[in-house]
């Protein structure tokens, strides 16, 4: 039995899109909320939300045996992680039985239903009515699944073709009065082509990211990529830690673009600790979407998640997280607006350093051989930077193993703010 | 030694349980699993021009090794073990790795202080690898024949590397087996399995090298004989004495006080022993000096059965030569620690047995030690003396011409005695540290010494 503690000044709870919910992490259409099973289980464990696992028209797919794959790294940490599984398996009916009954028994949770059905507006008109009938509280059109579905038109097929996005949209505006969310697939090459699309076809918000078409390795025994089925294998969607940078500035991309302006965005992309999640609310995020962790972890990281957060939040004195909704948008820009004045450079705390040499063979072999090493009189060593030579590239304090043994340095040069289209080394500074 | 401690119970005459006297025999530090290797190899940190590298005396390119652990090419691994150091695989288990590697190890900084566990991965690359052909290749036979006078770590490192080289190698070894320190002085549970044997057919398995045993250097052979019908020698001789107490009733030659006899003894005896049980037990046992020998001395009669274990030293536990890794293993197994206290009189019994020793206490004065005459008298049924070995002299006698330093052989940088054409290495030369990895090393380095002037002489002729 735990003691009582004292509540947090902080209030977790939002309204994306007109979606309420107690707190902003839900879990993403998955097999983690393909039935009432699991879907109960993560709300008594105290996930916000569900987003169900894709809904499509009977008969339900059909899976193959064996179905994941994992990027690890050498002490088998997942740094990514790889499925071939498609949309729901299981008859629609049930699916909607299900909501139902969980959206009654758990109505302040925030239960969003995703579909996936085919490219016609008759089969989005037909579905939509039944999802409504459950009482859930918003659909998420599922264009961004990269494998399987596209060879039958659906999934990433239409979520890679601007026009499609905007006019399934569309149709599920029409025929629906549930809050529309697009969920787009970061396999194109312009994130802001779709969101745009979402936008005139009139979304109330976007997800993303959808997974990424990926083959995580290859058993070079039988010489069969991962995942196997039978001796054969096939691209897969790929997520976890390891797609976290690309989910983040696809999430930038649309947070800063005018086109897009005022689109609330959903986070997806490997999340897997409260500081992910601030991340991706601090660049334009208005709620996350969580799955791979919670697939290695199980449901209960939700309470560091919450907690984490909240404490980080009460710290910079947020009181909700609209507060950290796009905090760090304006500061991500274009390369030629950053400062071309800007000088950093690295130091060496040398209480700190325990001589490993990391550093120095990183800069020495591969930069700017701003590194010297240097041998004390007892015989130990000494790496020092070379000021004059560092270009304030950051290798070495990445490379460093000690946490903040190499600080960068920002110098001041006593010159102003400079872009690169004032620069007078750019060639093209006129025309700019 | 069994005239000297015939009197004594054997260790089944007082321990019933077979299965517990050998547990404490068997593996002290037991190998890593793979699970375990591949976590601890993920610890490294692949430091440049890396601090182990440089504590190592073999030169092993540890970071490489450990790295080829990490990605799981295992023959990788123990093939840049082994092509610095042919006898990796008992150095991974024999070397104090807290003093050398390990203590170099960047990871030992305050934030961490915990090393990388170089020798328990090494021992790890070495007992997990598996040629489909023998990786090292002996190169066209010289037509040379070099004589390799022991075959401990620093003869047997030699062999290997004149082998390597094409030279003809014979092995000149006094006892019956090979192995030197690693068949006869490890403590048991350092060195299992036969495991110095092992290692040894692999290393053979070069070819070129015969081995002859029963050939000791003073009795049956000798130098001049050697240089005659070999093209260079190398003498690996180790440590043939034991440093004596200097006390009346001490063992003279030829006279045994029974109950006192050197441990070197009593480690060979244990260490060849098919049955602990049959064993001479000290119930009451007195070791003195303050080395790894002397710590391997006292666990091992612990381990055996003994009820009393005392380990007497006359400086500070500061000053012991055994590690700290060492003394904690003593501590561990019981034994009592007892410093500033020398051997005064050996106390004998009616029959003229070992009852006891009487010593004295010492201090400092003036920094040098001197004794304070209060004494102190400890009952014991043996006294194992482990006050060091040395070097000897009986085993050259007739080679007069071969300069000594410190007792021992002198030698220039690339292992050449004051006599042209002989070579030593290991713990009977001047800068020897009794270290298996440094004799494995010297044989190395000795070995390319004579291959270059094999291949001057060559060339000039």
């Excluded at chain 1, 004292?6 to 709870?13: H, M, T």
């Excluded at chain 1, 499925?83 to 299981?90: A, K, Q, S, V």
């Excluded at chain 2, 790890?124 to 690898?129: E, F, K, L, T």
Aim: net charge negative; proline share 5%.
């Amino acid at each position: 039995m735990k003691a009582p503690t004292r509540q947090l000044d902080v209030d977790l709870a939002i309204e994306f899109a007109g979606i309420r919910s107690p707190n902003p992490f839900w879990l993403a259409s998955a097999p983690p909320t393909d039935k009432a099973y699991n879907v109960e289980r993560a709300f008594a464990a105290g996930w916000g939300g569900v987003v169900w696992k894709t809904l499509g028209e009977d008969p339900p797919a059909v899976n193959v045996s064996s179905r994941y794959s994992a990027h690890f790294g050498h002490n088998r940490d997942v740094l990514g992680f790889n499925n071939i599984e498609l949309i729901t398996d299981r008859p629609l009916e049930t699916n909607l039985r299900e909501i139902s009954e969980v959206k009654q028994r758990w109505p302040d949770r925030a239960l969003i239903v995703s579909l996936m059905v085919p490219c016609v507006e008759e089969s989005w008109r037909a579905i939509l009515p039944r999802v409504e009938a459950t009482g859930a509280d918003g659909i998420e059109l599922n264009l961004g699944c990269p494998h399987g579905m596209p060879e039958r038109g659906m999934g990433a097929a239409v979520g890679q073709n601007p026009d499609l996005i905007e006019q399934v949209t569309r149709w599920c505006k029409t025929h629906s009065r549930l809050p529309v969310i697009v969920k787009l697939t970061p396999n194109i090459t312009d994130i802001r082509a779709a969101s745009r699309a979402a936008k005139l076809g009139g979304a109330d918000a976007v997800s993303l990211i959808n997974t990424v078409n990926s083959i995580t390795s290859v058993d070079l025994d039988r010489m069969i990529a991962r995942p196997i089925v039978g001796h054969q294998s096939t691209h897969g969607g790929y997520c976890g830690a390891a797609v976290k940078p690309i989910a983040l500035n696809m999430v930038a991309e649309i947070a800063r673009d005018p086109q897009s302006a005022g689109l609330p965005i959903c986070g997806i992309g490997g999340i897997s600790s409260w500081q992910d999640a601030a991340e991706f609310v601090a660049l334009g995020a208005g709620a996350v979407q969580v799955c791979t962790a919670a697939m290695l972890h199980g449901f209960r990281i939700v309470e560091e998640l919450q907690d984490g957060l909240a404490r980080w939040m009460v710290s910079k004195g947020y009181r909700r997280l609209a507060d950290v909704t796009g905090r760090a948008v304006d500061n991500t820009t274009d390369w030629k607006h950053l400062d071309m004045n800007f000088q950093t450079i690295a130091h060496i705390d040398q209480q700190q350093c325990i001589q490993c040499g990391r550093c120095y063979i990183a800069c020495e072999d591969t930069s700017h051989q701003s590194i010297a090493k240097l041998a004390e009189e007892d015989g130990t060593r000494r790496y020092e930077i070379i000021e004059a030579a560092c270009v304030g590239c950051n290798l070495c304090q990445i490379t460093c193993p000690v946490e903040g043994c190499i600080s960068m340095v920002p110098q001041s040069t006593g010159k102003p703010f400079m872009s690169w289209d004032e620069d007078p080394r750019n060639p093209f500074r006129e025309l700019a | 030694m069994n005239d000297s401690l015939k009197h004594l119970p054997q260790v089944g005459d007082v321990i019933a349980e077979r299965e517990k006297v050998e547990a404490g025999f068997r593996d002290l530090h037991p190998p890593l699993t793979q699970r375990q290797a591949i976590i601890e190899s993920q610890r490294c940190l692949y430091c440049h021009d890396a601090p182990c590298i440089e504590a190592c005396p073999s030169d092993i390119d540890i970071p490489r090794f450990i790295r080829e652990i990490s990605e799981d090419n295992i023959n990788g691994a123990a093939q840049t073990i082994l092509e610095e150091n042919i006898l990796g695989g008992s150095c991974a288990r024999v070397c104090p790795t807290e003093i050398l590697c390990e203590q170099h190890c960047v990871r030992n900084h305050h934030a961490e202080c915990q090393p990388v566990l170089i020798g328990r991965l090494q021992r790890y690359a070495i007992d997990h690898m598996h040629f489909a052909q023998h990786p090292f290749v002996r190169s066209a036979d010289s037509g040379r024949h070099v004589a390799v006078v022991g075959a401990g770590p620093a003869g047997l490192s030699c062999a290997h590397r004149l082998a390597t080289h094409g030279h003809r190698v014979t092995l000149y070894e006094a006892r019956h087996k090979p192995g030197g320190l690693n068949e006869y002085g490890i403590a048991r549970y350092k060195l299992v399995d036969d495991y110095a044997q092992k290692e040894i057919d692999f290393l053979l398995a070069i070819g070129g090298i015969e081995i002859r045993y029963g050939q000791r250097l003073g009795d049956n052979l000798d130098l001049d004989t050697l240089e005659r019908h070999h093209d260079a020698v190398f003498l690996g001789l180790g440590l043939g004495d034991n440093r004596r107490l200097g006390l009346d009733d001490e063992n003279a030659p030829g006279v045994a006080t029974p109950g006192l006899l050197p441990a070197t003894d009593y480690i060979r005896e244990l260490r060849q022993s098919d049955d602990l049980l049959q064993l001479p037990l000290a119930r009451r046992c007195v070791v003195i000096g303050a080395g790894n020998t002397a710590v391997d001395m006292a666990v091992q009669m612990a381990r055996l059965g003994a009820e009393a274990v005392t380990l007497v030293y006359r400086r500070g536990v500061e000053a012991m030569a055994a590690t700290a890794h060492e003394q904690e293993i003593a501590r561990a197994n019981g034994v009592r620690i007892l410093t500033w206290a020398r051997p005064e009189q050996v106390l004998l019994d009616h029959t003229g047995r070992l009852a006891g020793m009487r010593f004295e206490r010492t201090e400092l004065r003036d920094g040098n030690l001197a004794g304070t005459g209060e004494t102190f008298e400890i009952g014991a049924d043996a006294v194992f003396s482990a006050i060091g070995q040395c070097f000897d002299d009986h085993s050259l006698a007739e080679a007069g011409e071969l300069a000594r330093e410190l007792g021992r052989i002198r030698v220039d940088g690339h292992f050449r005695t004051t006599r042209q054409g002989v070579y030593a290495g290991g713990d009977c030369i001047a800068p020897g540290e009794d270290l298996t990895v440094q004799a494995v090393q010297h044989g190395k380095l000795a070995a390319e010494a004579i291959h270059q002037d094999l291949m001057a002489q060559q060339e000039v002729a």
